[in-house]
Protein backbone atom coordinates (compact mmCIF):
# COMPACT_ATOMS: atom_id res chain seq x y z
CA UNK A 1 0.00 0.00 0.00
CA UNK A 2 1.52 3.38 -0.90
CA UNK A 3 1.97 5.63 1.68
CA UNK A 4 -1.11 8.51 2.31
CA UNK A 5 1.83 11.21 2.31
CA UNK A 6 5.36 11.15 0.66
CA UNK A 7 7.60 14.19 0.35
CA UNK A 8 10.72 14.50 -1.12
CA UNK A 9 12.90 17.30 -1.27
CA UNK A 10 10.49 19.95 -0.33
CA UNK A 11 11.70 23.86 -0.82
CA UNK A 12 10.19 26.75 -0.95
CA UNK A 13 11.46 30.57 -0.53
CA UNK A 14 9.45 33.58 -0.21
CA UNK A 15 11.74 36.55 0.18
CA UNK A 16 14.04 34.21 1.81
CA UNK A 17 14.26 30.16 1.99
CA UNK A 18 11.09 29.22 4.60
CA UNK A 19 11.17 25.36 3.38
CA UNK A 20 14.30 23.83 3.05
CA UNK A 21 14.71 20.61 1.44
CA UNK A 22 12.17 18.86 4.09
CA UNK A 23 11.39 14.98 3.47
CA UNK A 24 8.40 13.38 5.02
CA UNK A 25 7.03 9.61 4.63
CA UNK A 26 3.52 9.44 6.87
CA UNK A 27 1.74 5.76 6.66
CA UNK A 28 -2.05 5.55 5.85
CA UNK A 29 -4.00 5.78 8.92
CA UNK A 30 -1.64 7.54 11.28
CA UNK A 31 -2.55 10.14 12.99
CA UNK A 32 0.71 13.08 12.70
CA UNK A 33 1.07 16.57 14.12
CA UNK A 34 3.26 18.70 12.52
CA UNK A 35 4.80 21.33 15.46
CA UNK A 36 7.38 23.89 15.12
CA UNK A 37 7.64 27.99 16.46
CA UNK A 38 5.60 30.80 14.70
CA UNK A 39 7.00 30.93 11.51
CA UNK A 40 8.84 27.20 10.77
CA UNK A 41 7.45 26.54 7.90
CA UNK A 42 4.98 24.23 8.69
CA UNK A 43 1.55 26.06 6.86
CA UNK A 44 3.97 26.84 4.02
CA UNK A 45 4.39 22.75 4.02
CA UNK A 46 1.05 22.01 4.04
CA UNK A 47 -0.69 24.69 1.57
CA UNK A 48 2.28 22.62 -1.09
CA UNK A 49 1.19 19.64 -0.04
CA UNK A 50 -2.77 20.60 -0.38
CA UNK A 51 -1.84 22.14 -3.88
CA UNK A 52 -2.58 25.93 -2.59
CA UNK A 53 1.12 26.20 -3.76
CA UNK A 54 3.64 25.45 -6.01
CA UNK A 55 7.23 24.46 -4.81
CA UNK A 56 10.64 25.56 -5.92
CA UNK A 57 11.72 21.53 -5.52
CA UNK A 58 11.22 18.53 -4.20
CA UNK A 59 7.78 15.81 -5.04
CA UNK A 60 4.56 15.39 -3.21
CA UNK A 61 3.17 11.75 -3.32
CA UNK A 62 -0.67 11.44 -2.08
CA UNK A 63 -1.61 7.86 -1.91
CA UNK A 64 0.83 7.08 -4.70
CA UNK A 65 -0.33 10.14 -6.47
CA UNK A 66 2.19 12.64 -7.78
CA UNK A 67 0.16 15.77 -6.86
CA UNK A 68 2.51 17.99 -8.81
CA UNK A 69 1.67 16.20 -12.28
CA UNK A 70 -1.83 15.43 -11.42
CA UNK A 71 -3.65 17.65 -8.77
CA UNK A 72 -6.88 17.05 -9.53
CA UNK A 73 -6.38 13.60 -8.61
CA UNK A 74 -4.61 13.97 -5.27
CA UNK A 75 -7.23 16.71 -4.26
CA UNK A 76 -9.96 13.87 -4.71
CA UNK A 77 -8.37 11.89 -2.10
CA UNK A 78 -7.55 14.83 0.46
CA UNK A 79 -9.18 17.68 2.24
CA UNK A 80 -8.00 20.52 3.29
CA UNK A 81 -8.90 22.70 6.44
CA UNK A 82 -7.19 25.86 7.16
CA UNK A 83 -7.38 28.01 9.86
CA UNK A 84 -9.25 30.62 8.69
CA UNK A 85 -13.18 29.24 7.56
CA UNK A 86 -14.29 30.09 4.79
CA UNK A 87 -18.01 29.36 4.36
CA UNK A 88 -20.38 31.27 2.50
CA UNK A 89 -22.24 33.51 4.28
CA UNK A 90 -25.52 32.86 2.87
CA UNK A 91 -26.34 29.19 3.19
CA UNK A 92 -26.98 27.21 5.75
CA UNK A 93 -24.99 24.82 6.77
CA UNK A 94 -26.93 22.03 5.03
CA UNK A 95 -27.00 24.52 1.84
CA UNK A 96 -23.43 24.16 2.25
CA UNK A 97 -22.11 21.19 2.74
CA UNK A 98 -24.83 20.25 -0.29
CA UNK A 99 -23.12 22.61 -2.22
CA UNK A 100 -19.48 21.36 -1.50
CA UNK A 101 -20.78 17.80 -2.63
CA UNK A 102 -21.95 18.79 -5.51
CA UNK A 103 -18.66 20.39 -6.12
CA UNK A 104 -17.14 16.44 -5.93
CA UNK A 105 -19.71 15.03 -7.96
CA UNK A 106 -20.62 13.31 -4.26
CA UNK A 107 -24.09 10.89 -5.08
CA UNK A 108 -26.38 13.18 -3.79
CA UNK A 109 -28.54 10.37 -1.31
CA UNK A 110 -25.00 9.83 0.00
CA UNK A 111 -23.74 13.49 0.41
CA UNK A 112 -27.38 14.16 2.67
CA UNK A 113 -26.51 11.28 4.71
CA UNK A 114 -22.73 12.09 5.55
CA UNK A 115 -23.73 16.11 5.82
CA UNK A 116 -26.60 14.92 8.13
CA UNK A 117 -23.74 12.56 9.81
CA UNK A 118 -21.28 15.19 10.16
CA UNK A 119 -23.81 18.07 11.31
CA UNK A 120 -24.96 15.78 14.05
CA UNK A 121 -21.30 14.79 14.99
CA UNK A 122 -20.08 18.67 15.37
CA UNK A 123 -22.93 19.87 17.62
CA UNK A 124 -24.28 21.55 14.96
CA UNK A 125 -27.41 20.23 14.32
CA UNK A 126 -29.82 22.98 16.24
CA UNK A 127 -28.44 25.43 13.91
CA UNK A 128 -28.57 23.00 10.66
CA UNK A 129 -30.75 25.67 8.63
CA UNK A 130 -29.73 29.21 9.85
CA UNK A 131 -27.61 31.05 7.48
CA UNK A 132 -23.86 31.00 8.39
CA UNK A 133 -23.19 34.54 8.55
CA UNK A 134 -24.36 34.77 12.11
CA UNK A 135 -22.14 32.05 13.36
CA UNK A 136 -19.20 32.59 15.70
CA UNK A 137 -15.49 31.70 14.52
CA UNK A 138 -16.19 27.84 16.53
CA UNK A 139 -19.14 27.51 14.55
CA UNK A 140 -17.75 27.99 11.26
CA UNK A 141 -14.68 25.92 11.89
CA UNK A 142 -16.83 23.25 12.69
CA UNK A 143 -19.07 23.69 9.23
CA UNK A 144 -15.61 24.46 7.24
CA UNK A 145 -14.53 21.15 8.53
CA UNK A 146 -17.71 19.25 7.95
CA UNK A 147 -17.37 20.31 4.19
CA UNK A 148 -14.00 18.67 4.15
CA UNK A 149 -14.84 15.28 5.15
CA UNK A 150 -18.22 15.30 2.94
CA UNK A 151 -16.40 13.46 -0.02
CA UNK A 152 -14.72 10.97 2.59
CA UNK A 153 -11.14 11.97 2.01
CA UNK A 154 -8.14 9.17 2.71
CA UNK A 155 -6.30 12.13 3.75
CA UNK A 156 -7.45 15.03 5.86
CA UNK A 157 -4.54 18.42 6.36
CA UNK A 158 -5.23 20.67 9.28
CA UNK A 159 -3.83 23.76 10.06
CA UNK A 160 -4.41 24.46 13.83
CA UNK A 161 -8.24 22.69 13.89
CA UNK A 162 -8.46 23.57 17.37
CA UNK A 163 -7.59 27.09 17.85
CA UNK A 164 -10.36 28.63 19.38
CA UNK A 165 -13.01 26.08 20.18
CA UNK A 166 -13.99 25.88 23.30
CA UNK A 167 -13.43 22.53 25.14
CA UNK A 168 -16.65 20.96 24.07
CA UNK A 169 -16.15 22.01 20.40
CA UNK A 170 -12.65 20.81 20.02
CA UNK A 171 -13.57 17.69 22.39
CA UNK A 172 -16.20 16.94 19.18
CA UNK A 173 -13.41 17.49 16.60
CA UNK A 174 -11.05 15.41 18.32
CA UNK A 175 -13.76 12.78 18.23
CA UNK A 176 -14.40 13.04 14.43
CA UNK A 177 -10.88 13.15 13.72
CA UNK A 178 -9.86 9.61 16.33
CA UNK A 179 -13.47 7.85 14.50
CA UNK A 180 -11.92 9.09 10.92
CA UNK A 181 -8.05 7.01 12.11
CA UNK A 182 -9.85 4.40 13.28
CA UNK A 183 -11.06 3.86 9.95
CA UNK A 184 -7.94 3.96 8.09
CA UNK A 185 -8.12 7.78 7.20
CA UNK A 186 -4.89 9.54 7.61
CA UNK A 187 -4.53 12.56 9.46
CA UNK A 188 -1.84 15.32 9.42
CA UNK A 189 -2.42 18.29 11.50
CA UNK A 190 -0.33 21.45 12.91
CA UNK A 191 -0.49 22.56 16.19
CA UNK A 192 0.36 24.74 19.08
CA UNK A 193 -1.43 22.52 21.93
CA UNK A 194 1.18 19.95 22.74
CA UNK A 195 -0.94 18.37 25.08
CA UNK A 196 -3.24 17.51 21.61
CA UNK A 197 0.11 16.42 19.75
CA UNK A 198 0.99 14.64 23.42
CA UNK A 199 -2.66 13.03 22.93
CA UNK A 200 -3.63 12.32 19.94
CA UNK A 201 -0.75 11.91 17.33
CA UNK A 202 1.14 8.31 16.94
CA UNK A 203 3.94 10.61 15.43
CA UNK A 204 5.38 14.00 15.88
CA UNK A 205 6.96 15.86 13.62
CA UNK A 206 9.17 19.00 14.73
CA UNK A 207 10.03 21.77 12.00
CA UNK A 208 12.25 24.64 13.10
CA UNK A 209 13.67 26.99 10.68
CA UNK A 210 11.89 25.54 7.40
CA UNK A 211 13.91 22.05 8.23
CA UNK A 212 12.28 18.46 10.11
CA UNK A 213 14.52 18.62 12.96
CA UNK A 214 13.34 15.38 14.72
CA UNK A 215 10.27 12.82 14.37
CA UNK A 216 9.21 10.00 16.05
CA UNK A 217 6.69 8.94 18.48
CA UNK A 218 6.92 10.73 22.14
CA UNK A 219 8.97 7.89 23.26
CA UNK A 220 11.66 8.30 20.23
CA UNK A 221 11.94 12.32 21.25
CA UNK A 222 11.97 11.39 24.89
CA UNK A 223 15.26 9.28 23.83
CA UNK A 224 16.80 11.52 21.93
CA UNK A 225 16.63 14.33 24.38
CA UNK A 226 17.90 11.40 26.84
CA UNK A 227 15.22 12.31 30.00
CA UNK A 228 11.59 11.46 30.37
CA UNK A 229 10.39 14.81 30.37
CA UNK A 230 7.53 16.32 28.80
CA UNK A 231 6.33 17.11 25.18
CA UNK A 232 6.58 20.77 26.19
CA UNK A 233 10.20 20.23 27.43
CA UNK A 234 11.59 18.09 24.61
CA UNK A 235 9.96 20.35 21.46
CA UNK A 236 11.99 23.36 23.49
CA UNK A 237 15.20 21.41 23.64
CA UNK A 238 14.86 20.64 20.28
CA UNK A 239 13.86 24.03 18.53
CA UNK A 240 16.89 24.98 20.60
CA UNK A 241 18.75 22.46 19.22
CA UNK A 242 18.01 22.84 15.39
CA UNK A 243 18.59 26.84 16.20
CA UNK A 244 21.97 26.12 17.11
CA UNK A 245 22.96 23.86 14.21
CA UNK A 246 21.29 25.81 11.74
CA UNK A 247 23.20 29.10 12.99
CA UNK A 248 26.37 26.78 12.90
CA UNK A 249 26.00 25.95 9.08
CA UNK A 250 25.42 29.56 7.97
CA UNK A 251 28.77 30.65 9.69
CA UNK A 252 30.31 27.60 7.78
CA UNK A 253 28.33 28.68 4.77
CA UNK A 254 29.76 32.21 4.88
N1 LIG B 1 2.76 34.28 0.89
C1 LIG B 1 3.85 34.60 1.58
N2 LIG B 1 4.67 35.61 1.18
C2 LIG B 1 5.80 35.92 1.84
N3 LIG B 1 6.21 35.27 2.96
C3 LIG B 1 5.44 34.27 3.42
C4 LIG B 1 4.23 33.88 2.76
N4 LIG B 1 3.68 32.84 3.44
C5 LIG B 1 4.51 32.59 4.47
N5 LIG B 1 5.55 33.44 4.46
C6 LIG B 1 6.67 33.46 5.42
O1 LIG B 1 7.18 32.15 5.51
C7 LIG B 1 7.58 31.86 6.84
C8 LIG B 1 6.89 30.59 7.30
O2 LIG B 1 5.50 30.86 7.45
P1 LIG B 1 4.47 29.73 7.85
O3 LIG B 1 3.12 30.37 7.86
O4 LIG B 1 4.67 28.55 6.98
O5 LIG B 1 4.94 29.37 9.32
P2 LIG B 1 4.21 28.49 10.44
O6 LIG B 1 5.22 27.50 10.94
O7 LIG B 1 2.94 27.93 9.91
O8 LIG B 1 3.94 29.58 11.56
P3 LIG B 1 2.74 29.76 12.62
O9 LIG B 1 2.97 28.71 13.68
O10 LIG B 1 2.97 31.12 13.14
O11 LIG B 1 1.44 29.61 11.89
C9 LIG B 1 7.21 33.08 7.68
O12 LIG B 1 8.38 33.87 7.85
C10 LIG B 1 6.20 33.80 6.83
O13 LIG B 1 6.26 35.19 7.04
Known amino acids: MPAALSISGLTKAFERP ?26 TILRMVAGLLKPDAGSISILGIDALADPVSAKRRMAWVSDEPMVYDRLTPLEYLDFVAGLWQVDPTRARQSAHELIDWLGLSPH ?20 ALVH ?69 LRTRIGRETTLEEIFLDLVAQGAAEDSLSKQDAA
Open 152 to 220: DPDLIILDEPLTGLDAGSARQVKDVLRTKTSAGVTVIMTTHILEVAERMAERIGVIAEGRLIAEGTLEE
Open 128 to 147: ANELCGGFSKGMLQKVALAG
Open 18 to 43: VVKGVDLMIGAGEFYALLGPNGAGKT
